[in-house]
């Protein structure tokens, strides 16, 4: 089956260093932790009603001690969501923290260049989502999930701009090429470049070498097809890019290439 590959990858010195252009540290998993350890009891949000204060701090705990988990949901079209916020997590815990409970605390946030402010549907909407796995039950994701989908737009979102309930599983959710490499660039520390496109395959000779070389100096994420991965009922049934993974370790031997990879 055709494997369509675009491809984002840190430059030397950034993504997985957790360093910003100043070479100074962005923070700690201990510090993000040691912040949230000071809120003793967290009082429930006038902005998001129907999100348990107590379930949100430990969903948001959970994430930071163990990244790997950070879950999508079931079904759902956050993939993209969800790898951003994997790589948020691992690049700086501690903004990720400060960033989320302002979010439920005042209803609004700005993060770097970024100025959040959610409709009152997606207000309304987290915590309400059902049927999709661990998700039920991570209510600081969902806020977190429903608020990049109602901020970033992109083509893909040119009919579905406004959220109403179930649209995690609609094209008002999903996230195209751009739209991922334009939320990496302005939330991350990361210095990005990109290469490939939604409708087109990069042209690379060496495709193995290619991602090795990129692995060692940074973070690469690739944006596959997701029926090579996974059983998808996916009304879209061409050879293009659905879903976001982030590689880990490549190695080869006697042509047979194999890839660790996190998805959610």
């Not at 207000?123 to 309400?128: D, F, N, T």
Request: charged content about 20%.
């Amino acid at each position: 089956m055709t494997c369509c590959i675009a491809l984002l990858f840190s430059l030397p010195g950034y993504g997985s260093s957790l360093a910003d252009t100043s070479g100074k540290v962005t923070s700690t998993p201990q510090e993000a932790i040691a912040f949230i350890d000071k809120i003793y009891k967290l009082a429930p949000s006038t902005h998001w009603p129907n999100i348990k204060p107590a379930l949100f701090l430990k969903n948001l705990k959970d994430n930071i001690e163990r990244p790997i988990g950070t879950y999508a949901g079931k079904g759902t079209n956050f993939c993209g969501y969800g790898a951003l916020t994997y790589l948020f997590i691992k690049d700086d815990p501690l903004g990720y923290a400060k960033l989320l409970l302002e979010l439920y605390r005042e209803g609004k946030a700005k993060f770097r260049v970024v100025d959040f402010n959610p409709s009152a549907a997606v207000k309304q909407g987290a915590g309400l989502i059902k049927f999709a796995g661990k998700l039920d039950i991570s209510p600081a994701e969902q806020m977190w999930y429903l608020t990049l989908a109602g901020h970033f737009k992109g083509y893909i979102n040119i009919f579905n701009r406004k959220y109403d309930p179930d649209d995690q599983n609609t094209f008002w959710a999903s996230v195209n090429y751009a739209k991922f490499n334009r939320m990496v660039r302005q939330l991350l520390n990361y210095s990005s470049q990109a290469k490939g496109a939604d409708l087109k395959r990069p042209y690379i000779n060496d495709l193995y070498n290619y991602i090795n070389e990129r692995m060692q100096s940074g973070t690469v994420v690739l944006f596959v097809n997701n029926r090579i991965l996974h059983k998808k009922n996916h009304t879209l049934k061409l050879a293009l890019p659905t879903h976001f993974i982030v590689a880990e370790k490549i190695s080869i031997d006697k042509d047979i290439i194999t890839l660790m990879y996190w998805d959610y």
